[in-house]
């Protein structure tokens, strides 16, 4: 285990000086990887033979061996740096100028529009599956054992934290 996060994080600092995508995604984006990011929080989604820098939800860090984003406390973040999403209140109040977000289009399908955005949407009708959008279109995805898809924080969580309610055929 410590040998494959040895080489998994020497591919990731390789990722910033060199593009380790594999060339055949120039061609067949259905290959997907996921290359870690030097931050716990972040990872590279390779698109079309291009590593597209990526951030895991609030609360949650890039599993390399899961290849998702999850929480923090189910991550190894050695030899990564680790960001906190808050720091220490000191008391002293301050105004934040809050950005206006952009409205996202969305393709039929569910899929956002622009390619850049890591989207996942909820299966139809199993709680362990999701849609993972890739330039557009859906691909099915399946949660690790026992675990449900959140579809509010954007990962596999466990099932009294999904909120999914699953209906038998």
């Known amino acids: 285990m410590k040998v494959l996060s040895i080489i998994l994080l020497t591919?990731?600092?390789a990722a910033n000086s060199e593009n380790l995508?594999?060339?055949i995604q120039e061609v067949d984006w259905k290959v997907e990887l996921l290359l870690p990011h030097r931050y716990c929080n972040k990872?590279?989604?390779?698109?079309?033979?291009?590593?597209?820098?990526?951030?895991?939800?609030?609360?949650s860090y890039f599993s390399i061996t899961d290849q998702v984003c999850t929480w923090r406390e189910n991550v190894d973040c050695a030899n990564r740096i680790t960001?906190?999403?808050?720091?220490p209140d000191d008391g002293k109040s301050?105004?934040?100028?809050?950005?206006?977000?952009?409205?996202i289009e969305f393709h039929p399908n569910g899929c956002p529009v622009n390619d850049e955005i890591h989207w996942l949407l909820p299966h139809e009708r199993s709680c362990s599956l999701f849609y993972y959008c890739v330039q557009g279109e859906r691909d099915i995805r399946?949660?690790?054992?026992?675990?449900?898809?959140?579809?509010?924080?954007?990962v596999c969580d466990w099932p009294r934290?999904?909120?999914?309610?699953?209906?038998?055929?």
Not at 53 to 58: H, I, T, V
Not at 83 to 87: H, R
Not at 161 to 169: D, L
Request: charged residues 25%; aromatic residues 10%.
């Open 11 to 13: 591919i990731a600092a």
């Open 21 to 23: 995508c594999p060339k």
């Open 43 to 59: 990872f590279y989604q390779c698109t079309h033979g291009q590593p597209v820098e990526m951030s895991c939800p609030p609360g």
């Open 83 to 87: 960001i906190e999403d808050s720091k």
């Open 94 to 103: 301050e105004e934040v100028d809050r950005p206006v977000l952009p409205i």
């Open 142 to 154: 399946r949660c690790p054992f026992w675990l449900h898809f959140n579809r509010k924080l954007q």
């Open 161 to 169: 934290n999904a909120g999914c309610i699953e209906f038998a055929e």
